[in-house]
């Protein structure tokens, strides 16, 4: 073979190598893509497909529950009070829950669920829930206080009754909104999924 002939091959060569280097570039530059949408994707959605529970964990005594003029949520559509939030140059509370979605998992349809959650006063100010309601009739809520010191705690008991409604064979999620005065959270919101058996 010529050199001529030789250099022309080895031309082509190199030719097809660049461009086996850049599809591969570009395969890795899309593989990349779908594992970061798949990444966030799954993110949204897993507390629709039943993962874990999202919680903030935090330990308290008996002595830091707070008990005081408690709160009755129930399912309600009007508009509350105003949230009485502090003058803003000054001390302030904030709002911690230690659970803010629970999948309870397969429920009978005319089930009752419990649960228990707490919710923490980490601020330097007095914390306000000024108003606490359900998305859902089938849903209650009792909150051992509507004012909690810094540091406190006040305990919440959700209530979820499957037989409410005719909910059988769905998935189900429902929630409690809390409405309170911590200028950077002031509606923090606790969620139960349920998956409602047909019989």
Not at 30 to 37: E, H, P, R, S, T
Not at 61 to 87: K, N, Q
Not at 113 to 139: D, H, M, W
Request: hydrophobic share 40%; charged share 15%.
């Amino acid at each position: 073979m010529s050199t001529t002939a030789k250099e022309g091959r080895s031309r082509v060569l190199e030719r097809r190598r660049a461009e086996q280097r850049k599809n591969w570039v570009a395969y890795g530059a899309i593989a990349l893509g779908v594992v970061l949408v798949l990444g966030a994707a799954i993110s949204l959605i897993r507390p629709a497909l039943g993962g874990a529970s999202q919680a903030t964990s935090f330990e308290y005594m008996p002595a830091d529950v707070v008990r005081g003029e408690s709160i009755s949520a129930v399912h309600e559509m009007e508009a509350g009070p105003p949230i009485p939030f502090l003058p803003a140059s000054g001390p302030q509370p904030a709002l911690l829950a230690n659970q803010t979605f629970v999948d309870v998992g397969s429920v009978g349809p005319t089930e009752i669920v419990q649960l228990n959650f707490a919710i923490k006063n980490t601020g330097e100010a007095p914390l306000t829930i000024s108003r606490a309601y359900t998305t859902c009739g089938c849903t209650t809520a009792e909150i051992s206080a509507s004012i909690i010191p810094p540091g406190s705690v006040a305990e919440v008991t959700l209530v979820f009754d499957a037989g409410f409604h005719d909910t059988r064979g769905q998935v189900v999620r429902r929630g409690l909104i809390i409405e309170n005065n911590d200028p950077a959270h002031s509606v923090q919101e606790i969620w139960l999924q349920a998956a409602v058996r047909p019989n």
